[in-house]
């Protein structure tokens, strides 16, 4: 019994040791680390801090429309939209990821950088299979602006087809 609680009390300490070193600090503590890396969860992408670019410059991402309402469709019809942008910025506009809020919203984005002036797009496909009633989706954006991140919206209103049963 003895030898058992001796053994504990030294693990511990060693815990107790090992996490508090001194001099060092978490990335979040530390005062001189400016800006702390994030890892995006894929559940729910949150914005990436940025580093601040050594000249200063950033890209910026101008849309015509960040939403777009499709109006009345049928319950299974597949549609798509393409969100048009400029970057607006000084630098190569990066976009790393884009998240439909479902599996039924799939976005189609651009994977080599814009440079500033340059235009693209973003292509949206929304599948409302199963789908009734009035629909909002979104699509978060992961890329190199100061935000680190944009988000688009699409609509709908799903008729049901007669013969169709609302799922």
Avoid: W
């Amino acid at each position: 019994m003895i030898k058992r609680m001796s053994f504990m009390l030294f693990m511990a300490l060693v815990v107790i040791t090992a996490s508090c070193k001194k001099g060092e600090m978490s990335p979040v503590d530390n005062p001189n680390v400016k800006e702390v890396p994030n890892a995006v969860n894929a559940a729910a992408p949150e914005a990436i801090h940025t580093p601040v670019p050594a000249d200063g410059k950033y890209p910026a991402i101008t849309f015509e429309n960040k939403e777009h309402n499709f109006g009345e469709i049928t319950q299974g019809d597949k549609v798509t939209y393409d969100f048009k942008f400029k970057n607006t910025g000084e630098a190569d506009l990066l976009i790393s990821d884009a998240r439909g809020s479902c599996g039924c919203t799939i976005p189609e984005y651009p994977k080599t950088a814009i440079k500033p002036g340059e235009s693209s797009k973003i292509k949206v496909s929304f599948n409302s299979a199963n789908k009734h009633g009035e629909t909002k989706k979104s699509v978060t954006l992961l890329c190199n602006t100061k935000e680190g991140k944009e988000q688009l919206t699409i609509r709908a209103t799903i008729n049901v087809s007669e013969g169709a049963t609302k799922k």
